[in-house]
């Protein structure tokens, strides 16, 4: 072969690869996974423990001592963290939450609407 049909080979070959489509690199996270409560209390899930449901009449407890002391706190993120350790520690803390009652909403459960209406990022991915 001759040296001007290699080196119009080689001209050809080059242009063919920097023309052609380039692999895109695979996302970092190739699964999702989605996972629901039904039947849970959202005021349990944002705003932990509720003492009001602490009572023989409201809860059917006859002893809150106990349950206040495992599960109580000063604040909302407090009581919740301890109701819901794994939720909120890890789940809240490398995921996402998407919620139709975010922690700062008023709700009824009498409401019209019938869509997500909120959405929740408790942290950044790091």
Known sequence: ?????QVAF???VAAAAAIAPRAQPRPAIANVLV????????????????SALLTKEAGGVEEPEPIERRFGGGTAEQRREKLMPFFWTIVAH???????????TSCSPATRIRASTATTRTSTPT
């Open 10 to 12: 080689f001209c050809v």
């Open 94 to 104: 490398d995921g996402q939450l998407f919620s139709r009652i975010p922690a700062t």
């Open 35 to 50: 996972v629901t409560m039904d039947g849970m209390r959202w005021q349990e899930v944002f705003g932990g423990l509720q």
């Open 1 to 5: 072969m001759s040296t001007r049909i």
